[in-house]
């Protein structure tokens, strides 16, 4: 019954302006050839097997990161031109079309 009483409080509290900023931020989990093209001001992925591939605008206030730990531009080009990460996490701003992090090499931990 508890349950029922938060979930219902809850639920008259959820607008539908909410329901649409809900989702703006997104996280993909891409493997490393799905990186199409970077640069300092743009990149293009492919963000599943069957999508087009994307092009998203890197700014200022993009993250760039190694297993979690923050890099330079110079860092992740080196990075990107290398090729061999197997899993590049990517954060879409969807409202703006641009990317707010780009994590190569996914976890620090292979432990979850």
Not at 32 to 56: K, M, N, P, Q
């Amino acid at each position: 019954m508890k349950q029922l009483l938060v979930t219902a409080a809850m639920l008259i509290g959820f607008s539908p302006l909410q329901a649409e900023t809900l989702n703006r931020h997104i996280a993909y989990y891409i493997p490393g050839t799905d990186l199409v093209t970077f640069s300092r001001s743009a990149l293009t992925a492919r963000l599943c097997d069957d999508c087009a591939t994307e092009r998203f605008s890197v700014d200022a206030d993009t993250l760039f990161q190694e297993r979690q730990s923050n890099i330079d531009l110079s860092r992740a080009t080196e990075l990107y031109l290398r090729r061999n990460q197997e899993l590049i996490f990517i954060g879409v701003d969807r409202e703006d079309n641009s990317i707010d992090y780009i994590n190569f090499g996914g976890y620090a931990s292979d432990e979850y």
